[in-house]
């Protein structure tokens, strides 16, 4: 079990193993939305079970985030034709057991950072 929250506590998360595809991504909105990359992990969407009303932001067509209306915090990634959503890596309590699988959309990397570690990297989702 993941379990996590934003850092006002307003919006709580639980979600039942198993997580998959922890990554790190690197595209222009995720950028702007984290302030650097955002990394998540995918859980499927009746595994998942979220308390308290974030906000979804339609960044796309194909995609919305949910953050917290009053701390601000990007929890939730959402892809429109998905059955899972990405929840953010860095809002889970405790030790995980898990590690990056990738480093995607890396062409749209800030130019202030290289990355360093020997995780694949893909320069667009695949």
């Given amino acids: 079990m ?3 929250s934003c850092q006002c506590g ?3 998360f639980t979600a039942e193993r198993p997580a998959r595809d922890p990554a790190a991504c690197h ?4 950028r702007k939305q984290s302030g650097h ?3 998540s992990v995918q859980v499927m969407d009746d595994a998942l079970d979220i308390t308290g009303a974030p906000t979804w932001y339609a ?10 209306p009053t701390c601000g915090c990007f929890l939730f990634w959402k892809g429109a034709e998905d059955p899972d959503t990405g929840i953010a890596l860095g809002a ?3 030790p995980t057991g898990l590690r990056l699988n990738r480093h995607i959309f890396t062409e749209d990397k800030g130019d202030y950072y290289e990355i360093l570690d020997d995780v694949r990297q893909e320069e667009q989702e695949t």
């Fill in 37 to 39: 990359h955002w990394a």
């Fill in 27 to 30: 595209c222009t909105q995720c």
């Fill in 59 to 68: 960044s796309s067509a194909k995609a919305k985030r949910g953050f917290c």
């Fill in 92 to 94: 889970l309590d405790g």
């Fill in 2 to 4: 993941l379990k996590g």
């Fill in 10 to 12: 307003a919006i709580k």
